[in-house]
Nanobody, 124 residues
Framework: QVQLVESGGGLVQAGGSLSLSCAASGRTRSIYAMAWFRQAPGKEREFVASLRWGGSNTYYSDSVKDRFTISGDNAKKTISLHMDKLKPEDTAVYYC?????????????????WGQGTQVTVSS
């Protein structure tokens, strides 16, 4: 089992910045990638960004590319998401996710473990 704990989030005005962090614990030797997803009210959980430890490959959804930056520490199994130029449509609960079945994460189906989520609210 892997446990994930997110921190950060909060309320910010449109155009502002915010950072999220996620720390993994437990059987972390079995995971190869970590990711951020988000879920807005009434919508499905969607992929935001992910980081693959081998080669440090990063992936982003089109909606956040060039505004969000994912980074991580492989030794500590932590990731961060720095969000710039935030928009009201970025408002959602942000979840950290990881898994031990795939070498990369870009889909909900790639995730075996989820954090509890942290709220990000962007006011217009």
């Amino acid at each position: 089992q892997v446990q994930l704990v997110e921190s950060g989030g909060g309320l910010v005005q449109a155009g502002g910045s915010l950072s999220l962090s996620c720390a993994a614990s437990g059987r972390t030797r079995s995971i190869y990638a970590m990711a951020w997803f988000r879920q807005a009210p009434g919508k499905e959980r969607e992929f935001v960004a992910s980081l693959r430890w081998g080669g440090s490959n990063t992936y982003y959804s089109d909606s956040v590319k060039d505004r969000f930056t994912i980074s991580g520490d492989n030794a500590k199994k932590t990731i961060s998401l720095h969000m710039d130029k935030l928009k009201p449509e970025d408002t959602a609960v942000y979840y950290c996710g990881t898994g031990d079945r795939y070498y990369y994460i870009t889909l909900h189906e790639h995730v075996d473990y989820w954090g509890q989520g942290t709220q990000v609210t962007v006011s217009s």
